[in-house]
């Protein structure tokens, strides 16, 4: 099992600052990391898919980078709507979720 | 309307067993690729398994093997998900959730409580 490690636990940030996860994965997924937004009482949605794909309707304000082991999400500016806990995922062997990354209003 | 809708929600005895539903619409259902996920209580996101219906393939997550079954009737375009000897820990909401390359598109969960 491919175990992914997000980094940090919780990030407390303003609306207008620029948020920046962090996802590690055990050994190489290649691309195959996608993001995950969640927000209390909804189901996960999806963000970025193959690393940096934006997901259909996504705002361009998140981006997503890196390979391999090493992979970031961006949020260019936060918007009050974007505190919420994020979770990346890896399909190179399996389905593997990270702990989560709990963005919150500083 | 592409959408996924789960049956409601369960409550069930240690020891017993739950079979969730997963009727998808939208699109041509042996194309879909069916994953399960669910979520204890304040907890993250665990994979349990998918299904390929067009290639005929299941795989399962290591720590589910041998107690769950993945299964689907196309006639129906309805996936389910049976999970067997049920124990507190697997109290938790169950998703059913399309997709290959980022799972795009989720029920809306179905939660399922496992007490005596």
């Known amino acids: 099992e491919i175990v992914l490690t997000q980094f940090p636990a919780t990030l407390s940030l303003s609306p207008g600052e620029r948020a920046t996860l962090s996802c590690r994965a055990g050994?190489?997924?290649?691309?195959?990391l996608a993001w995950y937004q969640q927000k209390p009482g909804q189901a996960p949605r999806l963000l970025i898919y193959d690393a940096s794909n934006r997901a259909t309707g996504i705002p361009a304000r998140f981006s997503g980078s890196g390979s391999g082991t090493d992979f970031t999400l961006t949020i260019s500016s936060l918007e009050p709507e974007d505190f919420a806990v994020y979770y990346c995922q890896q399909r190179s062997n399996g389905i593997t979720f990270g702990q989560g990354t709990r963005l919150e209003i500083k | 309307q592409v959408q996924v809708v789960q049956s409601g929600a369960e409550v069930k005895k240690p020891g017993s067993s739950v079979k969730v539903s997963c009727k998808a619409s939208g699109g041509t259902f042996s194309s879909f690729t069916i994953n399960w996920v669910r979520q204890a209580p304040g907890q993250g996101l665990e994979w349990m398994g998918r299904m390929m219906p067009v290639v005929r393939t299941i795989n399962y997550a290591q720590n589910f093997q041998g107690r769950v079954t993945l299964s689907a009737d196309e006639s129906t375009s309805t996936a389910y998900m049976e999970l067997n000897s049920l124990r507190s820990d697997d109290t938790a909401v169950y998703y059913c959730t399309r997709g290959v390359r980022g799972l795009f598109l989720w029920g809306q969960g179905t939660l399922v409580t496992v007490s005596s």
């Open positions: 050994q190489s997924v290649s691309n195959y």
